[in-house]
């Protein structure tokens, strides 16, 4: 475990600044007006080193940007920030040393017996328990995600199914769509005219792009990197780009005549 929590720990490192560079780059296609899609490409790039272990390199790629750190060695195709030596010596260590057994009368053939003797730490050491703490955190949040899935799986149960693959349901206040093989558009009743044509567009749109996939993948790097703040965030602004991206592809459709009412 302690050589997988060393790899993740490598990779969250590795994609944290990656991320750095990414949301320089958002802002720059921000300020060009750039679209949408584009904006969500450069995720790619971020969420790649969160679940990839094995870095893909290139002249053109975005890691040729990242700092590295005095000290990072290069292993194989993967940068590591914190080797398995470095980690190994922060760790308590139990000595073994030989103990030659003296026998207080000589005799004429002796034979030397060697003991192992067990010299406990005089302290132990925090870092020992990191990957027992991260492998705990990764239980419970997948959990904790499983669980969500569930409750919501449970409330659009009872959904009435409208069309193809539209339901509705009293249970739920804003549409959504769930299900990444069969995926379903779940909206509120009362929603009727174009406020329904549109929302119907929109979660169509999240359909045809995958986007349901992109937060799976998502979701995944959050519950194995939990401990990286900055993962939270990549979640978050993947999120609201993804919604973006299918505004504009909506409006594209409608027409800008029909932006307004968008």
């Not at 009872?158 to 093989?181: C, H, K, Q, W």
Request: aromatic share 10%.
């Amino acid at each position: 475990m302690d050589r997988l929590f060393i790899t993740v720990l490598n990779m969250s490192i590795t994609a944290s600044c990656v991320l750095l560079v990414v949301l320089v780059l958002r802002l720059i296609l921000q300020q060009m007006k750039a679209p949408k899609w584009m904006v969500c490409l450069l995720w790619i790039a971020v969420f790649f080193r969160l679940l990839c272990p094995v870095a893909l390199t290139s002249e053109y790629s975005l890691l040729q940007y990242v700092p590295q750190r005095d000290g990072a060695v290069q292993s194989g195709t993967q940068m590591e920030y914190i080797t398995p030596d470095v980690y190994v010596q922060q760790l308590p260590v139990t000595k073994q040393t030989d103990v030659v057994a003296e026998s207080a009368i000589v005799q004429p053939v002796q034979e030397k017996e060697s003991a192992i003797v067990s010299v406990e730490p005089q302290s132990s050491n925090p870092a020992a328990l990191l990957p027992v703490v991260w492998f705990i955190g990764v239980l419970l949040f997948a959990a904790y995600s499983g669980w969500r899935w569930y409750g919501l799986r449970q409330r659009v149960a009872t959904a009435t199914r409208v069309a193809e693959n539209i339901y509705e349901s009293d249970r739920v206040a804003s549409p959504f769509v769930m299900g990444l093989l069969r995926p379903k558009i779940y909206l509120p009743l009362g929603l009727a005219g174009e406020t329904r044509e549109y929302i119907v567009l929109h979660e169509q749109s999240h359909i045809r792009r995958g986007d349901l996939w992109w937060k799976a993948i998502a979701q995944i790097a959050l519950v194995l990197h939990w401990f990286n703040p900055l993962v939270y965030g990549a979640y978050y602004l993947l999120g609201q780009d993804l919604e973006q991206a299918c505004d504009e592809k909506v409006v594209a459709r409608l027409g800008s005549a029909c932006k307004a009412d968008y």
